[in-house]
């Protein structure tokens, strides 16, 4: 994967095309669109990914609902303020976008196994920009809800919101706000109810990263700062 302009967020995914695009924005001429695309797991679910992308990247047809896209860039977000507060919105901003024709990913069902495990991935650079909150399920399944600060040019920085499980969220509730960390795992989708204090209730889809694995940067670096330290001392032995 070409990362030359995206070290510390960028994504790859493969689905189909869902629903209509719709125009987004416009700068400096540049229209914007976005577009859903669905996603398959393993599970047979699916994940419907919000994608915002530039008219310069796509054809007419493009962004016909069932075309098969492979879709790389960053999974970005932004403040949207209604009804008197402020709500984060989650996208992924297309760099680059290819039609997959169905015939490459389709020979015989093995070969369909083995390309589905790769089509939704995500590597994030960042650093905790709240305390993990730690939880259990019901069933006992240990959860850790991230939050996760991102550069991006311009001295702007996306937050997204990462969800990591079992033995990696025991290890998450114990980092400290401002650790740097490496997150590698899938964009996803889920549907919630949202309850208001007049008693309402509104159906959302909430997007995060689901973590496969998680790595502390800050740690890795004084390690090889302390090897490098006793090599000297061992030389000047």
């Known amino acids: 994967m070409d990362t030359n302009y995206l070290e510390n967020n ?3 995914l493969v689905g189909k095309v869902t ?3 719709e125009f987004s924005h416009e700068i ?3 229209r914007f669109y976005t577009f859903k695309l669905g996603i398959p797991r393993l599970s047979g679910n699916q994940d419907i990914i919000p994608i915002t992308i530039s008219e310069r990247l796509v054809g007419e047809d493009t ?5 098969k896209l492979l879709v790389k860039g960053q999974f970005r977000s932004y403040n949207s303020y209604e009804n008197e507060r402020n709500r984060l919105i989650l996208t ?3 760099k680059d976008v290819m039609e997959v024709e169905e015939e490459e990913i389709e020979e015989e069902e093995n070969e369909i196994i083995r390309k ?4 939704n991935e995500v590597v994030l650079v960042g650093y905790l920009c709240k305390k993990p909150i730690y939880r259990q399920t019901p069933f006992g399944r240990e959860i850790s809800d991230i939050l996760l600060a991102v550069n991006r040019a311009y001295n702007k920085s996306d937050y997204i919101p990462c969800i990591s499980w079992g033995r990696t969220a025991r290890f998450c509730q114990n980092l400290e706000v401002g650790s740097q960390v490496k997150v590698i795992g899938r964009v996803q989708s889920r549907t919630y109810e949202k309850k208001y204090e007049d008693g309402t209730v509104q159906n959302r889809v909430a997007y995060e990263v689901s973590v496969g694995s998680l790595e502390v940067i800050k740690e890795k670096e004084i390690e ?8 000297e001392n061992q030389e000047a032995v």
């Open 28 to 30: 400096y001429g540049e």
């Open 19 to 21: 629903g209509e695009k």
């Open 63 to 67: 962004l016909q609902e069932g075309k």
């Open 224 to 231: 090889k700062e302390e090897a490098v330290s006793e090599t």
């Open 116 to 119: 589905d495990t790769i089509t």
């Open 10 to 12: 960028y994504l790859t």
């Open 92 to 94: 992924v901003f297309a």
